[in-house]
């Protein structure tokens, strides 16, 4: 199985930014497709962004400008830099990824989530 772990969440004011860690156990971390999802309470799990194996990146559009994932697949990591918060986004967020390397999915396996509040 593969393990994930999230970090760097936390509390932050409107406008400001933060730095999501997700860091990945196994040899073929490279293969994967990688992604951040979200949730707030009382609504449903979304794909915020995904980077698949070859590179190629997607975006949701309330993010689209704000927000850059990255991969360092020397070190078996992905992040999530968030510029410009707002107090919408304000959710837990969860590392995943797909062993077909697509950034589509199927998500296989799921990171344990770490919490973002953005205060106004």
């Known amino acids: 199985q593969v393990q994930l772990v999230e970090s760097g969440g936390g509390l932050v004011q409107a406008g400001g930014s933060l730095r999501l860690s997700c860091a990945a156990s196994?040899?073929?971390?490279?293969?994967?497709?990688m992604g951040w999802f979200r949730q707030a309470p009382g609504k449903e799990r979304e794909l915020v962004a995904a980077?698949?194996?070859?590179?190629?990146?997607r975006y949701t559009n309330s993010v689209t400008g704000r927000f850059t994932i990255s991969r360092d697949n020397a070190r078996n990591m992905v992040y999530l830099q968030m510029n410009n918060l707002k107090p919408e986004d304000t959710a837990v967020y969860y590392c995943?990824?797909?062993?077909?390397?697509?950034?589509?999915?199927?998500?296989?396996?799921w990171g344990q989530g770490t919490q973002v509040t953005v205060s106004s």
């Open positions: 995943a990824a797909a062993r077909n390397g697509w950034y589509g999915g199927p998500w296989d396996y």
């Open positions: 980077v698949a194996s070859g590179g190629s990146t």
């Open positions: 196994g040899r073929i971390f490279s293969t994967y497709g």
